[in-house]
């Protein structure tokens, strides 16, 4: 069986069930091909010759009813239970699968986001507890039982048992031959991790798929979106089915794709810039505005901070006061022969937009400093996002709430109102 195995499809590792969706064939017909020695190519080019002849003999019925499980005081489908408790429908329905009653899986599911093991001091999330000292997260899943109550000298002591296992490409780490060499350090690793590669076959391995890639210049299409914060879906879409060039797909996501709230992914963890916005009480329409204008994320982020829905002054004023700020920074202007009531408006809004920049390179950061990386290399990464060791134990416990796996937001009711529901619940008035 080839369940849990990762497959190199478009310049991604995904699963046969990941693969499947994308191009709209059932996973099991690609298991069965597979099974018998096609590649996965020529599997999802025989899968749907097969299936179009299926299809076209085959009447249309719409007779499927969704699956009832017992919950509470009737009988609910995997969607009505996950609305009901408020978890993810994706691990709910993972976790029914499995074995468990609907009762055991929601109960597991807020238990994996919620609970908080003591250490140093305080009580965080296993990823928190990742994110600071750069110990996987699943190695602290595997360690750690949810259901067993911990001491603090405990945790420190699983911790400290973490080996850190550097990968190596000549005298130089993996994360750092990838950067020189820009490669996809994701893809690579996960083949190192997934199929037991050395960092050498890895690499052989990514080449030899590289040239079936969609190239942007001498990087993949998957590195050009990821650098430049655009969805990959939704650009290699309209390039393979629409016919799109690389120039027309990104003008047509620009200007349409982000007006979804599902359709632009933000950087890592599968967060939605939308998400993040609601969640930080930041105008999300604005922020795309700035976007299709050719400003960066975070000069976005910073226009709306000190600019939109402000009834400070006039807008004259706002727009020289932030126009000095970008041109001479916070430091520069408080040495202008400013008034002293633009100078604490100056100084509240820089106070904001270090703040919410600061989260925004957390999460930019998250995946990578939590992957088991070299002090080195955890050092390099700090310093690209501009983050220090103090800022990671500072940042608000609930900077990790609702995203330690897929968003319910994303996965389950896919609404802006419930989003802005879930998040108004936590946000700091």
Partial sequence: MYTGKLYEYEGELLSVKSIAGKVELAPSTLYKYLNQGFSLYDAIEEGKKKSKIVFKNKQKTNNRVAKKYPYKDGMYTVREISKMAEVSEEALYRRLKSGMTPEEAVEAIQKNISKKYPFRGGFYSI??????????????????????????????????????????????????????NQYNYSAIFHAIKEKCYTPEEAISHYLDHKKNFIMVGDITLSEFCLQNQFNYDSIYYAMKQKGYSLEEAVKHYIEEGQGNVNSYSFITGDILLSHFCIKERLNVKYILDRIRKKDSTEDAITACIFLSREDYATRD????????????????????????????????????????LKKYHLYQAFSLLTSGLSEKDRALVLAKFSLT???????????????????IAINSFNSISYVWDVASKKAKY
């Fill in 389 to 407: 060791e103090e800022d990671l134990w500072n940042c608000e416990e609930d900077l990790f709430d609702g995203f330690e796996e897929r968003s």
């Fill in 317 to 356: 004023i706002r727009n020289r006061l932030y126009d000095g700020y970008k041109q001479i920074g916070y430091e520069g202007m408080m040495q202008q022969d400013l008034l002293e009531e633009h100078k604490a408006y100056l100084t509240q809004k820089h106070s904001r937009t270090l703040d919410i």
């Fill in 127 to 180: 990823y928190k507890i990742s994110l600071v000292t750069g110990v996987p997260k699943n190695f602290l899943l595997e360690k750690l039982d949810s259901d067993k109550e911990y001491e603090e000298k405990e945790i420190e002591k699983i911790v400290s048992s973490y080996t850190r296992n550097v990968l190596m490409v000549g005298d130089v780490t993996l994360f750092q031959y990838c950067l020189q």
